[in-house]
């Protein structure tokens, strides 16, 4: 039976790391369950430290404004992470320390998502990576199984320790992620977002700080600025298409693609099917998925 009623979760590190992984999925989802989908964007850093001309408070209020504005058009919660505290995590510089891990566990037991998107963690030691994305990775799989363990974090998160709610836990998938420069970069799922290109493209340009400012600055060689919607669009598509030759898709489509993980809960190939957006058949591995997830489950 299809499940009706639909929670998905995207646990990132910086606030437009949504928009360029999965915005146009999550908006598959959408159009799939409508007013029966909730979905949350965690953002777990600050986002004050990208900036070059703007003080960091400036950068920070700015980032998360555009966040919010980014939400609005593609339909769904956003939330910045919070520390027992009540602090937040530091760009550039996240650890994976207790703190980090109470809130993260805390906030997942509260959306109580079924299925949750995250960075991947590097394989390879001679890969590159952002030290933000990896610790999120790293986070997200080392709490994984404390999701429905109450009393984990009760001492940063106090409750009553004898009334405790059984909280499920989701399935964990990994988004393709440019930042971790692997050297391997595999994937199970993947959906064709043309249909629905229209939400990544203006969500993503939300964030003028970023491309406007902040990225033709750090990365002078790889990025000018878009002087309008129609100049990001091309930039945007050629993105795709790159990300599409990195995975091995042929021919080059607007795709975004995920690895099922053995992290959470273990779906079944049928769930998968009955609950997920149609995936594009030619970029999907859909073979090979159901002979690991059947070996995993048994």
């Given at each position: 039976m299809?499940?009706?009623?639909?929670?998905?979760?995207?646990?990132?590190?910086?606030?437009?790391?949504?928009?360029?992984?999965?915005?146009?999925?999550?908006?598959?989802?959408?159009?799939?369950?409508?007013?029966?989908?909730?979905?949350?964007?965690?953002?777990?850093?600050?986002?004050?430290?990208?900036?070059?001309?703007?003080t960091?408070?400036?950068?920070?209020?700015?980032?998360?404004?555009?966040?919010?504005?980014a939400?609005?058009?593609?339909?769904?919660?956003?939330?910045?992470?919070?520390?027992?505290?009540?602090?937040?995590?530091?760009?550039?510089?996240?650890?994976?320390?207790?703190?980090?891990?109470?809130?993260?566990?805390?906030?997942?037991?509260?959306?109580?998502?079924?299925?949750?998107?995250?960075?991947?963690?590097?394989?390879?030691?001679?890969?590159?990576?952002?030290?933000?994305?990896e610790?999120?990775?790293?986070?997200?799989?080392?709490?994984?199984?404390?999701?429905n363990?109450?009393?984990?974090?009760?001492?940063?998160?106090?409750?009553?320790?004898?009334?405790?709610?059984?909280?499920?836990?989701?399935?964990?998938?990994?988004?393709?992620?440019?930042?971790?420069?692997s050297?391997?970069?595999?994937?199970?799922?993947?959906?064709?977002?043309?249909?629905?290109?229209?939400?990544?493209?203006?969500?993503?340009y939300?964030y003028r700080?970023?491309?406007?400012?902040?990225?033709?600055?750090?990365?002078?060689?790889?990025?000018?600025?878009?002087?309008?919607?129609?100049?990001?669009?091309?930039?945007?598509?050629?993105?795709?298409?790159?990300?599409?030759?990195?995975?091995?898709?042929?021919?080059?489509?607007?795709?975004?693609?995920?690895?099922?993980?053995?992290?959470?809960?273990?779906?079944?190939?049928?769930?998968?099917?009955e609950?997920?957006?149609?995936?594009?058949?030619?970029?999907s591995?859909?073979?090979?998925?159901?002979?690991?997830?059947?070996?995993?489950?048994?």
């Open positions: 299809k499940n009706s009623n639909l929670k998905i979760m995207c646990v990132h590190a910086h606030f437009d790391d949504l928009e360029l992984s999965g915005g146009g999925t999550f908006e598959l989802f959408r159009q799939k369950y409508g007013n029966q989908l909730q979905t949350l964007s965690l953002v777990c850093t600050d986002g004050k430290a990208g900036h070059h001309f703007l960091r408070d400036e950068t920070g209020r700015i980032r998360k404004s555009e966040q919010e504005v939400g609005k058009i593609g339909g769904y919660e956003t939330e910045l992470l919070t520390l027992p505290d009540g602090s937040h995590a530091r760009e550039g510089c996240l650890i994976l320390d207790t703190a980090f891990m109470a809130a993260l566990w805390h906030s997942i037991r509260r959306f109580q998502p079924d299925y949750l998107f995250c960075p991947p963690l590097t394989s390879h030691p001679l890969a590159g990576l952002h030290v933000d994305h610790a999120v990775a790293d986070a997200v799989r080392k709490i994984a199984y404390m999701v363990v109450p009393h984990a974090f009760t001492p940063e998160y106090p409750t009553d320790e004898t009334q405790s709610e059984s909280i499920k836990v989701p399935v964990i998938l990994n988004f393709f992620d440019l930042y971790q420069k050297l391997n970069l595999p994937h199970d799922i993947a959906f064709n977002i043309e249909p629905v290109f229209e939400i990544p493209l203006r969500t993503s939300a700080s970023q491309i406007k400012e902040w990225l033709p600055w750090v990365v002078p060689n790889e990025f000018s600025a878009p002087k309008d919607l129609e100049e990001w669009k091309e930039f945007l598509i050629n993105f795709y298409h790159s990300n599409s030759r990195k995975m091995g898709i042929v021919p080059e489509r607007l795709i975004e693609a995920f690895t099922i993980t053995a992290w959470g809960s273990i779906p079944s190939y049928e769930q998968l099917i609950d997920f957006p149609s995936m594009d058949v030619e970029a591995h859909f073979d090979e998925l159901e002979k690991r997830l059947s070996q995993r489950r048994a």
